[in-house]
Structure formats: structure tokens, C-alpha cells
């Protein structure tokens, strides 16, 4: 992210529009949630046992109503005061069974809800790295965050007990009423036609909730973005003194999703509300029909206790069903945004059989008529008929004014990009016919906007090449002439360098991308401005290592510092989206185009 306060302007985000997107307004109900089945399916064994576990302590609990029953229609008798003791002693295992088995429900569950939504962050983050540049250019880098983490922790909430009590809570109704059935079958039609009444509400009020919770993780994701974005240009806020509107406009945005998560948590207190009076006012009416039936002595005072236990066990899952219905909801929710980011495919990826490079490429590279805009911008056309080739070992330089098109032909080289006409090559293979990963194994980049990561040196170094040891990344830090100063830190190469390497000078961060760029050994290395931090006597050190560099491979190098490009064999210049000149140093400025302004410029004002 750049050290810019954006091009909004401290604008916070947009609030959310009152209602779900395109997306949640299908009919999907809590189908979304179906993302997290084939993770749960690498853990069978696992979710076995916990579903064994949950029909013990549910057939644990339905057994304690039968238990209730034959004590009190056998065991208040002179006659058999001692089933009593036995019927209690019964009671006492069915309890301990109950706790075991719940116990056990609670670990199995909760442990697999932790590997599942593990595994599902795992697999957003790695399907985040490998979508493509035109994805990046328009996403919040705040609100894929918060998918990844305030989404998968919901996700984690459903997994690892809503989705449990669900499950245990419809195996209880579900055995509860089956026993109701076979203990008073006219009791159990009271029970039938009181069932739509509580359903009915629980469906039309999950489905507000499920829009509601939608609503506020959108929300507070835009919150989430505007804050990361004004976070990392805390050092352009703070210079212009902008720390008081910034922290309004936030405020309003966190209140927007506080009002809207309100209103979510509003939803899902109406329906508990509805659906436990519901419940509850049923199992009144049935407790007093029974009573009726006990009076006349249709049915014992044992079986209406074993009824009345079954109900309100009934009524309890059911009540409890609507509470995790709303959980379920938001769940859902996370899913479907989660399920939303990982539908999105890369636009530029590895075709079903790629033409494979050479273990050692001679690294020779052509435009050819390439035509191209950016995905964001498609009207406007970046390059346009741009043709060059450089040759093995070839060092070409490439300048021109800001905005022609310099880093867009680095873009192409390295296929974040595709050319809207024409063709890039890379050893005679055009590019969309090789696996990307495999080219971009050959090309070690220097960005002109360094990206130094919250690691030590040695770390940062060891990106260019993971497998490297100590020793070739010392000696790629001597190389890029980074030894010295980082020797003086207090740690040397273990010394962290904090978010974005900010305790380092940007000479010293530029130093670091070169060493991993020595590091990385590739035939073909691209040098965007490779020098633009460095101070005059760094720039000598640093150029006279980049000169040994480039021996023997390919390079290409974007200088608007015309001094930097004198030592190359060869000058494009562009202008506009376009090659207007070619040629070397000497034959540029004495045909005295744009070349020859640009080096009077540079070179009578030094």
C-alpha cells in the first residue's frame, strides 16, 4: 500500500445499501454454509465420533422421561418402594453417560471447527496470491482482511458449536416427538397442529436475519478497508494534520455498521422471542388437555409426566433451533462472501499444457505490435504497436516521460498482464502459452516502490530465494552493496525492520531488493528505477554491483535518471504508449528528438 491518504481523500466508504447485494438476494437460505462441507469430509473419523457422541447424550436424555414414568406409576406403592432406589440409581448412570458423551460432543465438535476453518483460511489466502493483477487494481485490501479473518471466525463459531447444537437439537425434537407419538397419540396431535405456527416465523424471521447480518459484515468491512488504507498513510495523515476528520469520518462509518449490526441483533430477538412464547404457550395447552385426561382417567399421571417431558424437550430443541438459526444466518453469510472471493477465477493462469522453457534460457525478449490497456481503464490505451526485441545477455534501457508506458512493458514481461493485441515472448514462446510461475522463476525484479517485510534483513534478503542459506545471502548483500549498514544494525541480518521496513532509510530498503534480486540468480533481471534512493556515493557502490550483475544476462532497465542508463547497449525511448526512438546514447542526442531534450535537461541541470 502507498504512503497516501488515497485517492478518496479521507472519504470514508459508502454506506451499505439497505438490503442484500445481487448475490444474497438469491434463495439460498443457508445453503451457502455448504462451503465448509469438503473440508469437514478430510476429517471423517473425527466428525464420526461426534456424531456418535451426540445421538448418546441425546438417546442419554430421552431415556430420563421413561425412567420418570415408571417411577411414578410403580414406585409410589407400598409394595414397590424399593424401585425407587433403583429407578434413581438408573437415573444416576443416564446422567453420567449424558455428561460423558456431551463432553466428548464438545471436544470432537469444537476441534473440528477449528481444523476446518484453519484449512478454509489456508485456502482463501492461497487462493488470494494467485488471482491476478487486474483483481488487485480495483479490491480493498481492508475488506479481503476482514474476509479472511472476521468472516472465517464466524465461520469457525458455526462450524465448532452452532452447527452442534443444531444437530443435537434436531435429534431431540426429532426423538422427542417420535415419543410423544407413542405415549399419547391424541396429545400428540395438539403438538402437530401447534408445530407450522412455531416453524412458520422461524423461516420468514431467519431469512431477515440472514439479510440483516449480511448488511452489517459489509458494512463493517468497509470500515475495516478505510481503516487500513488511512493506517498505512499514517505518515501523510499526520503531515497534514488531518488526524481529527479522519477519526470523524471513521467514527461514522464504525457507527453505520454498529446501527446495522443492531438492527441484525434486533431480528434475531423478535424471532427468539416469538418462537420460545410460541413453544412454551404449547406446551401450557397440552399440560392442560392432559390434565384433563389424567382426571378422567384415560391416561396415568406417569405416561402425562413422560408426555410432559417429551414436550418440553421438544419445545426446548426447537426454541433452541431458532437461536441457532440466527447464528446459522450469519454464518451464512460469511460463507457467501467467503464462497464469493473464492469463485473469482485468475484471469491469467497456466494453460492445460504449457510449452515448457529451458532449464537455462538465453532470456531473449520480444514485443510484438503489442496493444494494451488496463482492465480498469480498457478505453485507454497504455501501449499501442510496441515492438522491440532484446537479445541474450543484451542490457536495454528504457525512458521516456511519466505515464508512457515503462513499468506497463515490465508488467507484460512478468504476465500479470495480457496485451489486448499482439504478442510478448519469452525465448521465441509467447507467453500465454507458458506457465507463469515457471517464466517468473527466470526474471528477478527490482521495483522502483520496494516492498520490505515485518521480518529481519535475512528474511527479506531470503524472499528472493527461500531455499538460500546464510552464506549466499551475505554474499548477495555484498554484492548489492547492503553489507555494511546492515552489519552496523543491532542485530545485523537478524535485526527486524518493522511494517514495510520502516526503521529503514529508503536507500537501504532499495539496497535489500537488490540483494534479493542478486539472490535470485535469474537469466533476466528487470531494474525499475533500481537506483532512485540511493544517494550519490550509494548510487556509485550500488551501480558498480548492478554492472557485475548484469554480466552475462538480460536486462532491462527503467531509468528516468538518464546518468544510470549510459553504460546499457541499447536506449528505447517511449512516449505516449509508443517506441519513438531507438538506438544508443550518442546517436539519441545527436538526432535531437525527445531523447536529446530530456538528456540537455538532466545533464545541464547537474
Not at 29 to 52: E, H, N
Not at 545 to 574: E, F, K, P, Q
Request: hydrophobic share 50%.
Amino acid at each position: 500500500m502507498n504512503d497516501t491518504a488515497g485517492h478518496r481523500g479521507l472519504d470514508p466508504p459508502a454506506p451499505a445499501a439497505d438490503g442484500p447485494p445481487a448475490a444474497a438476494g438469491r434463495k439460498a437460505k443457508l445453503r451457502p454454509l455448504r462451503l465448509l462441507v469438503p473440508y469437514a469430509l478430510r476429517y471423517r473419523t473425527r466428525a464420526a465420533f461426534a456424531l456418535a457422541a451426540l445421538l448418546t447424550a441425546s438417546i442419554a436424555t430421552l431415556v430420563v422421561p421413561v425412567a420418570v414414568r415408571r417411577m411414578i406409576d410403580f414406585g409410589f406403592t407400598a409394595e414397590n418402594v424399593g424401585l425407587i432406589d433403583q429407578y434413581f440409581g438408573v437415573l444416576i448412570m443416564v446422567v453420567a453417560v449424558l455428561a460423558v458423551a456431551s463432553a466428548l460432543r464438545y471436544y470432537l465438535v469444537t476441534t473440528l471447527g477449528e481444523r476446518v476453518v484453519a484449512d478454509l483460511r489456508s485456502a482463501v489466502f492461497g487462493h488470494l496470491t494467485s488471482l491476478s493483477a487486474p483483481f488487485f487494481d480495483t479490491a480493498k485490501t481492508g475488506e479481503l482482511i476482514s474476509r479472511l479473518t472476521a468472516d472465517t471466525t464466524q465461520m469457525k463459531s458455526a462450524v465448532g458449536a452452532s452447527v452442534s447444537i443444531a444437530l443435537r437439537n434436531l435429534v431431540l425434537f426429532a426423538g422427542s416427538a417420535t415419543m410423544m407419538v407413542v405415549t399419547s397419540p391424541k396429545l400428540s396431535a395438539f403438538v402437530l397442529a401447534a408445530i407450522p405456527v412455531i416453524v412458520l416465523p422461524l423461516v420468514g424471521f431467519g431469512r431477515s436475519v440472514r439479510r440483516r447480518t449480511r448488511t452489517a459484515q459489509d458494512t463493517l468491512a468497509d470500515a475495516s478497508a478505510y481503516a487500513a488504507e488511512l493506517i498505512g498513510a499514517v505518515r501523510t495523515l499526520q503531515a497534514f494534520t488531518n488526524e481529527r476528520l479522519a477519526g470523524t469520518r471513521f467514527a461514522e462509518a464504525v457507527e453505520r455498521a454498529c446501527l446495522a449490526a443492531i438492527r441484525s441483533t434486533q431480528a434475531r430477538a423478535v424471532l427468539t422471542a416469538v418462537i420460545i412464547f410460541l413453544a412454551s404457550a404449547s406446551v401450557v395447552v397440552i399440560l392442560w388437555v392432559g390434565a384433563q385426561d389424567v382426571l378422567s382417567g384415560a391416561i396415568t399421571p406417569g405416561r402425562l409426566s413422560q408426555f410432559v417431558l417429551f414436550a418440553v424437550f421438544a419445545a426446548s430443541g426447537l426454541g433452541q433451533l431458532s437461536e441457532v438459526w440466527g447464528e446459522l444466518s450469519q454464518a451464512a453469510g460469511s460463507a457467501e462472501r467467503l464462497a464469493e472471493l473464492l469463485a473469482i477465477e485468475p484471469a491469467i493462469r497456466a494453460p492445460a499444457s504449457p510449452v515448457a522453457l529451458a532449464a537455462k534460457p538465453r532470456a531473449e525478449v520480444a514485443f510484438e505490435r503489442v496493444r494494451f490497456a488496463y482492465p480498469a481503464r480498457p478505453d485507454t490505451d497504455v501501449l499501442h504497436d510496441v515492438s522491440f526485441r532484446v537479445r541474450p545477455g543484451e542490457r536495454v534501457a528504457i525512458v521516456g516521460p511519466s505515464g508512457a508506458g515503462k513499468s506497463t512493458i515490465f508488467h507484460l514481461i512478468l504476465r500479470f498482464y495480457d496485451p489486448a493485441s499482439g504478442a510478448v515472448t519469452f525465448d521465441g514462446v509467447r507467453l500465454p502459452d507458458a506457465d507463469p510461475a515457471e517464466l517468473r522463476r527466470h526474471i528477478a525484479l527490482v521495483p522502483q516502490d520496494v516492498a520490505i517485510f515485518a521480518m529481519s534483513v535475512r528474511d527479506n534478503i531470503r524472499f528472493g530465494r527461500p531455499d538460500a542459506s546464510d552464506a549466499e545471502i551475505e554474499r548477495a548483500a555484498e554484492v548489492a552493496a547492503a553489507a555494511e549498514f546492515i552489519r552496523a544494525l543491532p542485530q545485523g541480518y537478524d535485526t527486524p525492520v518493522g511494517e514495510r521496513g520502516v526503521t529503514l532509510s529508503g536507500g537501504q530498503r532499495q539496497c535489500i531488493a537488490i540483494a534479493r534480486a542478486v539472490l535470485r540468480e535469474a537469466p533476466l533481471l528487470l531494474l525499475d528505477e533500481a537506483t532512485s534512493s540511493l544517494d550519490a556515493e550509494s548510487e556509485t557502490l550500488v551501480q558498480t554491483a548492478l554492472n557485475r550483475l548484469m554480466a552475462g544476462r538480460t536486462t532491462l532497465v527503467i531509468a528516468h535518471r538518464l546518468a544510470t542508463v549510459l553504460s546499457c547497449d541499447r536506449i528505447l525511448v517511449l512516449d505516449r504508449g509508443a517506441v519513438v526512438e531507438e538506438g544508443a546514447h550518442d546517436a539519441l542526442v545527436a538526432r535531437g528528438g525527445l531523447y536529446a531534450r530530456l538528456a540537455k535537461l538532466q545533464f545541464e541541470l547537474t
